[in-house]
């Protein structure tokens, strides 16, 4: 089992920044991609970005360029840096973590732009 807490969301103004960070526990040496997703109200939940566990990176249109994320192994964290936010960010993000046999979800972060 893993388990996944997100920290680091709230409101911030069009054209600030923010920065999420995901907490992993319990099993993770299973854990093999690592990410972001993103579920608007009323909308799907969508990815924002990857990870894989040697680095490879992979961002959706939308945030390229603004967001970045990355992953500390030692201390069991990833994390989304989100620059030159838009009021469309605005989203529960939520970190996802895939092993070879299961998905894991965390419990979410609001993420609010005010324009």
């Known amino acids: 089992q893993v388990q996944l807490v997100e920290s680091g969301g709230g409101l911030v103004q069009a054209g600030g920044s923010l920065r999420l960070s995901c907490a992993a526990s319990?099993?993770?040496?299973?854990?093999?991609?690592m990410g972001w997703f993103r579920q608007a109200p009323g909308k799907q939940r969508d990815l924002v970005a990857l990870?894989?566990?040697?680095?490879?990176?992979n961002y959706a249109d939308s945030v390229k360029g603004r967001f970045t994320i990355s992953r500390d192994n030692a201390k069991n964290t990833m994390y989304l840096q989100m620059n030159s936010l838009k009021p469309e960010d605005t989203a529960i993000y939520y970190c996802?973590?895939?092993?070879?046999?299961?998905?894991?979800w965390g419990q979410g972060t609001q993420v609010t732009v005010s324009s």
């Open positions: 996802h973590a895939a092993t070879t046999r299961q998905l894991y």
């Open positions: 319990g099993s993770i040496f299973s854990i093999n991609t």
């Open positions: 990870i894989t566990s040697s680095g490879i990176t």
